[in-house]
Each structure stands twice: as structure tokens, then as C-alpha cells.
């Protein structure tokens, strides 16, 4: 099936038992080849058939998705997402049972038999269950592997609701399914369970104080592990820099990381404070929204950082530092923690340009009857 250019079908699912034939409408759609939209637990999300190559190549261009990534397994059930993966462990099968259905995506060692272009060679596969019923009762209906991935736009990161799908993604889709209940809005968290220890990659709705509880351990924090072995595709895959500090001493070094290291395959993401002066004509500069709107910047922050990661072309993302107190506290210790590196401008030995200046250790040396001072970095 190719793509269309006509608006898609709009199957409206008020009632699971009378509208069958609607359901079985859109799952017939996705086993030939389509692409169908449904409501899931973070807003709507774009779906195909998981073992169709070119299925999956259609929802990568529709979505600007990287044809590097992997995508993520959508289940109706526990029993069935945990057949994507090999033995699963007794701790990923407590979790499972505790917090599916719901926003919690699994990261774990993937079973045999999973289409490549899905795992695209990597050990682990992410799986999820949607509490949404009629996402679970079209996944149910699919005699086949379905993958999904969120519907959403660098105008608007947070998720979409079905006019908005219609909007953007509608010339590529097959079907939009919509049912009594309107999507959730939940951010999803991710879990890998797949290493030497439970490592919360991203966190959503669910904290790591909700994860411990079933876990039985506080589960390691990204920050906590050294890269690259931190970043998986659920982290920024190019390289993150948060700048803080002062904003002269701010523009200065993003100017000066962009000019040695960056050029132009890299972004900058600063408020409307420090958008003009140095960085004024940068190739790559975006404004965030005012920290006084925190909502909107929080949400617009992270989208543009998900959707920057699946450009090819970006290999660097300058992020301005927020305040570590007051209101912005909580959104910067979030940024930090998916960061590959904080400067931060403040620092006493920043040489107010490139980096930090050499450290300088005294040392005492008995010579001759002269005592020296060594520099030793």
C-alpha cells in the first residue's frame, strides 16, 4: 500500500461491542500495509505493521523519524509484550504486572524473531501496554507485531489530539481511530531492566519513588552512569551541552563551543534573553518560551530536543541553563540529567572563553636552596 493524499478514514469507535466492524477495520488496514492513528496513553500515536519493511519506512518519513532508530513494540497485554523478549527476568515480570497497562515503556533483552528493522541490531527492544481500552482492543485484534511512535510536531512536542493529526500527519495515514475516552496526556517513562541493574532512562509520569516500591531498589538515574553507556535511543543520540552561568559569560561560550566544535550541524536552544547580541545570527538558534511560562517551556524544551535527535544532520545541541532554584529547580535538574555535559560558566577556574583554566597545585621543591611552585594539571 502506498502512501495517499487524500484524507484518511475517521473511525469513530463509540462503543466497543457496536462498532466492531470499525475496529476490525482499522486492524485490517494495518495487516496490509497502512499507517493508523489511535489514542494512546501520551495523546495520539502513529501506528504500523511491525515485520513491514515498508510500512515502517512510511512511518519513519511521515514522523522525520531517523532510519537509525529503533522503534517500540505496542502490546494489548503483558503476556504478549513480554513474548517480545527473551527469559524475561522475575523483577521485569513484577513490574510488568504492577504498572501495565500504563505509561511505562520496558527496555529489555529482545526475544528471537523480531524483525531487524524493529531492534535495527541492538541487544535490548522497548515494549509497551497503553492503558487506553480501545488501543488495547485494536492491538488485540492484530494477529501481527505492531509498532507505534507518538504523534507530535516541533510546534507542538507534547502530543496531539485528533484535529491536530489530522492536520499534520493526515495526508500519509490510512485511518484516525477515535473512541468515547480522549487520549491521556501522560508522559511515558522508560525502564531498562535489561543490564546489571534497573536504570530509570527516561522519566515521565512514573518517578523512580513509584519504580522502588516494585523494584525493591532505588533504580540508577541516567546521570549516575558514565557515558556513552548512559544514552540509548531514549536519551539525545547526538551530543547535549547545558550551558549555565551568567548570560554574557553563556552566549560566549555557546558561541565559542559552536565556532570549534559544532558548526553547522548543531542547535541552540536559549530564551528570548540571550537570543540576541552574540548569538543573533548563529545558524541553528531557537528561542525557547520565557522561563515565566514554565509549562510551555518545559514542554517545548524537550520536544525540540526529541525531535533535534532524529535529524541526521545534528550532532550537537547547545542548551541554555535554567536557575537551580525557584520555579525552574526541578526542569533544569530534569535537563541535567539527560545532558552529555553542564558547563557551567560560574565555575572559579572557567577562563571565561573555551573551558577551565588549568588547575594549579603548589608544590614545595627543595633545590639548591631555592623553593620553586609547579603547575601541574
Given amino acids: 500500500m502506498t502512501g495517499n493524499a487524500h484524507k484518511p478514514a475517521l473511525l469513530s469507535v463509540l462503543s466497543l461491542s457496536r462498532n466492531g466492524d470499525l475496529l476490525r477495520r482499522a486492524a485490517n488496514l494495518l495487516r496490509r500495509g497502512g499507517l493508523v492513528a489511535f489514542p494512546g496513553d501520551c495523546g495520539y500515536v502513529l501506528a504500523a505493521r511491525a515485520d513491514d519493511p515498508k510500512s515502517l519506512e512510511r512511518l519513519a518519513e511521515l514522523t522525520s523519524r531517523s532510519s537509525r532508530r529503533p522503534w517500540t513494540l505496542y502490546a ?13 527476568s522475575e523483577m521485569v515480570r513484577r513490574v510488568a504486572a504492577v504498572f501495565w497497562p500504563g505509561p511505562l515503556t520496558l527496555l529489555s533483552r529482545r526475544g528471537e524473531g523480531l524483525p531487524e528493522a524493529v531492534h535495527r541490531g541492538l541487544v535490548k527492544v522497548a515494549v509497551h501496554v497503553p492503558a487506553h481500552r480501545l488501543a488495547r482492543a485494536l492491538l488485540e485484534l492484530c494477529r501481527y507485531p505492531v509498532v507505534a511512535v507518538q504523534a507530535q510536531t516541533p510546534q507542538h512536542p507534547g502530543g496531539l489530539q485528533r484535529e491536530a493529526v489530522l492536520e499534520f500527519f493526515g495526508f500519509g495515514l490510512e485511518a484516525v481511530l477515535e473512541g468515547r475516552e480522549p487520549p491521556g496526556n501522560l508522559e511515558l517513562s522508560v525502564l531498562d531492566l535489561g543490564g546489571a541493574a534497573p536504570r530509570l532512562v527516561r522519566q515521565g509520569f512514573l518517578g523512580p519513588q513509584d519504580l522502588q516500591r516494585v523494584l525493591g531498589c532505588f533504580p540508577i538515574l541516567s546521570s549516575d552512569v558514565p557515558t556513552p553507556e548512559r544514552f540509548t535511543r531514549f536519551s539525545p543520540e547526538v551530543h547535549l551541552v547545558v550551558v549555565e552561568g551568567e548570560p554574557d559569560r553563556v552566549a560566549r561560550r555557546m558561541k565559542f563551543q559552536l565556532e570549534t566544535q559544532g558548526g553547522r550541524n548543531s542547535a541552540l536552544l536559549v530564551t528570548p534573553a540571550l537570543a540576541g547580541g552574540l548569538l543573533a545570527d548563529l545558524p541553528g538558534l531557537e528561542v525557547l518560551p520565557d522561563p515565566e511560562r514554565l509549562e510551555d517551556l518545559s514542554g517545548h524544551l524537550f520536544g525540540r530536543i526529541r525531535h533535534l535527535e532524529t535529524q541526521d544532520s545534528v ?8 536557575p537551580r532554584e525557584g520555579p525552574t529547580a526541578e526542569l533544569m535538574d530534569r535537563l541535567t540529567r539527560v545532558a552529555h555535559q553542564v558547563i557551567n560558566t560560574e565555575d572559579p577556574g572557567y577562563d571565561g572563553q573555551g573551558g577551565l583554566q588549568p588547575r594549579i597545585r603548589r608544590r614545595q621543591v627543595q633545590a639548591s636552596g631555592r623553593t620553586s611552585t609547579l603547575s601541574t594539571q
Fill in 315 to 322: 550532532r550537537m545541541i547547545l542548551v541554555q541553563g535554567l
Fill in 76 to 88: 494489548a497485554e503483558s503476556n504478549q509484550a513480554l513474548g517480545y523478549l527473551h527469559e524475561p
